[in-house]
Structures are given as C-alpha cells and as structure tokens.
C-alpha cells in the first residue's frame, strides 16, 4: 500500500431519502438493489386471503421468478404478509413476530380487513386499522385479492425498496411511543414484548422525539424478567431454606 | 329402517312418561323435546343411560332478551338410532346461572366454558370456569343481546379514509355502505 489514499467520488446521500448516512449513494444504492431481488416472505395467514398465495408462489404465477419466497421464521423473512382479517388475540401475535423480524422488514395488508375491518366492521374483537399498531408499507385492499393483484403489489414494494423509500419500519422505531400506546389500549397497560424496542432504536441510530412517551413509561414500570429464575433446589440447600 | 321406525316410537313412549316434557317430533332423526330446567339432568340421565345418547354434540345458547330469559339446547346425538334429541330448556336471564351437566357428559366442560364467556351464564359444577377464546377481552358478555357490538367498535376503534372510485360512483347512483 502507498501512503497515497485512494480517492473515490462519493455522492452523498439525500436526506429526503431517510438517511443520515452520506454514503448512502453508493453502498445502500447497492444494497437495495440486491434486497428489493431477494425477498423472503413470511405470510402470517389470519384469514382467508391466503387461500390467493399458494397459487401466486407455485407454477401458476410464480413468485420466484421476481425472488419472491415464502420462509418459514420470522427471523429469516422481509416480508409480514397479513393476509385477512385481525382478531384482538392475533394482532397480539403479529406484533411479536414483527418485532422479531429482522430490519429492513416490509408489511403489506392483503385484503380489505386489514384496512377497515372488510366484512368484521361491526365486530367488537377485529382490528380495524393495522397501521395504528405497526408501519404498514402497502396495503392490498379486495376481498380477496387475486394473485395477480398480490404479484402487482410486491412488484410495487420492490420499486419502493429499490427506491429507498421503503422505510417505513424506521418509523416503528421513531413513534414507538404511538405504536405502544396503541396497543396497549387494546392488550392493557401490562402488555410488554421480549424485544426491547428502545435499546434497539439506541443501538441503531433510529432514536427518535416520538420514541419514548408516556406509554413506554408505562412499559418500563411493568417491566418483568421474562423467564423468572426459577432453579430447583433439592437435598441440603432445600432443608435450609425450610429451616 | 323399520328398526330405525321401531325405535323411535319408543323413544316417543319413554318420553311421554317423563314428567313435565313436551315433544315434539320433527322427523325420524330429530326430536325436539322442552323441560323444565329443574327435570333436564334426569331426561339427559336417561337419555345417556337408557336410551344409547352417549355423544353430547352440542350446547347452545339464546338470549331471549324480551323474555327476560336464556335458552339452553342440549344436542345429544345416539349413534344406534342414528337420531337426535335437542332438548330445551329456560332459564331466567338473572342470576343467569345452570348446573353444569359435566358429571353426565364431559365434553359438556368445554361448551360450558365458552357459554360462560359468551352470555355470562355460569354452571355450577363446571371444571374450568376461567376465560377461554376472548383472552383479551374484559368488557361484558359480548354475544348477550344487550352488548351494543356497533357502539363499542365506534367507540374503540378509528377508521380509515377509504373512498375509492368505484365507491364514489355507487355513491352518485344513491348506494353506498348501509349500516
């Protein structure tokens, strides 16, 4: 190596874009490239709008040749497919394997339920905005939706990746505090998750005015170790404690 | 399906005996049969114990809010004449309470169960009591007739601006979402 650096011409990044990074130009122009042609797709089937994905990911319409895939774990996926209506109890559910997915994740609503209840309007134990309790990136609205309208949407998502515009999980991390509230007017105020959002948002620069409020306040006074330490204890050590 | 005939004439004849039951047949596989509430774990009794209903298919409930009652319906299905027993009976709707016929059918638990979340009728002598498929739900009984379902989701939720083309058209043409 010379003592001679290397100059390469970096253009930076807009800030329009949702980065603080100037970088971003070359590195997450790259990466988004190659994200928005790979994704993995956990459809979290709560309704039956998912009677429309077996067709749209096998021979008929083929997802994968857009790099389309289904994945089993929420930890390996991109994409949360909600795919119908949102029970209380299910929403709970979907929020834990959000918040395990690992960022950059994409939501996407299918069906007209996950945008305004669809037929469970009136329904006291159905959902009826998704996007008060998580960042929706798109939503397909129909009842259901054909494959080719799913096929559409993705292929939307992917120009919004490739475009860096698909950011709205930032915004989870961001507004917390609104997300949290929103949920805990529906699970109450002792409901917390194993994953610590605002350590996360900490760690990843993605602090935001909105991150903590008055319902992570609330978190963090019922905050509990999630697994009590419970270790059995037998023989001598037992008849002490008994003593 | 003589035998089938056969039999059920004398279900008919076991249960003209049985006091306070009015029967009404509705067809060679159903009938249905009113009691009194005191009388209805004797009649399931004998119905399990004599007469081969060994399979308790259903439990529902109704809500006769005018009447100021609940209605039971106890589905009891005999896999040897291949017929049906829905008896009824009613009880008044406060303190809404029932005995629980668990010691005859044990699948009963579990309708039992999801009747006492459901109407708020509680069975004395059910096994589990606690909450079953609404575990995020502490407001009233939700499918008693008095639980105003389209009050409480205008209260709880907010809605979203959704007005596409097609609606708006339908909308011109004097349609549109009818509550």
């Known amino acids: ?243 | 399906m003589d035998s089938g005939k056969e039999l059920a004439s004398w279900l008919d004849k076991v249960l003209e005996d049985f006091q306070g039951v009015q029967v009404r047949r509705k067809s060679t596989s159903r009938v249905r049969v009113d009691v009194d509430a005191d009388a209805l774990p004797a009649l399931l009794e004998l119905l399990q114990g004599r007469a081969g209903y060994v399979h308790l298919s259903a439990l529902s409930c109704v809500d006769w809010i005018d009447d100021d009652e609940f209605e039971l319906v106890y589905h009891v299905w005999s896999y040897e004449t291949r017929s049906l027993v829905s008896a009824h009976i009613r009880i008044p709707r406060d303190p809404g309470a029932y005995l629980s016929v668990y010691d005859i059918y044990k699948p009963a638990a579990f309708f039992e169960r999801d009747i006492f979340e459901m109407f708020g009728v509680f069975f004395e002598g059910s096994p589990h009591m606690e909450k079953f498929i609404l575990t995020e739900w502490d407001g009233p009984p939700p499918m008693r007739k008095e639980f105003d379902t389209r009050k409480y989701v205008h209260d709880t939720f907010d809605w979203q601006q959704y007005n596409p083309e097609w609606l708006q058209e339908i909308r011109a043409k004097g349609g549109g979402i009818v509550e």
């Not at chain 1, 130009?25 to 042609?37: I, P, T, W």
Request: hydrophobic letters at 35%; one cysteine or more.
């Open chain 1, 1 to 243: 190596m010379s003592d001679k650096q290397l100059q390469i011409p970096v253009e930076p990044g807009h800030r329009a874009a949702g980065g603080t990074n100037p970088y971003r130009g070359v590195f997450d122009r790259l990466s988004d490239f190659c994200r928005a042609r790979s994704l993995f797709l956990l459809h979290y089937c709560t309704g039956c709008g998912a009677i429309e994905l077996p067709p749209a990911m096998t021979s008929r319409y083929d997802m994968e040749r857009l790099g389309i895939q289904p994945m089993a774990t929420p930890r390996q996926a991109d994409i949360l497919l909600v795919t119908g209506y949102v029970a209380t109890k299910t929403l709970k559910r979907i929020m834990l394997t959000y918040e395990q997915m690992s960022a950059p994740r994409y939501v996407i609503g299918i069906c007209s339920c996950t945008v305004n209840g669809g037929m469970y309007w009136q329904s006291y134990a159905t959902v009826k905005k998704l996007n008060e309790y998580l960042p929706v990136d798109m939503y397909i609205a129909g009842c259901m939706p054909r494959p080719e309208a799913v096929i559409v949407g993705l292929q939307k998502l992917m120009d919004k990746i490739e475009a860096g515009r698909a950011e709205s999980w930032k915004d989870y991390y961001r507004n917390y505090d609104y997300y949290l509230g929103k949920q805990q007017a529906l699970f109450g105020e002792r409901w917390q998750t194993p994953t610590d959002i605002i350590a996360e948002a900490r760690r990843y620069d993605l602090f935001g005015p909105g991150t903590l409020g008055e319902h992570t306040a609330l978190l963090e006074q019922y905050q509990q170790p999630l697994e009590m330490p419970s270790a059995p204890v037998f023989g001598r050590e037992r008849e002490k404690i008994e003593r």
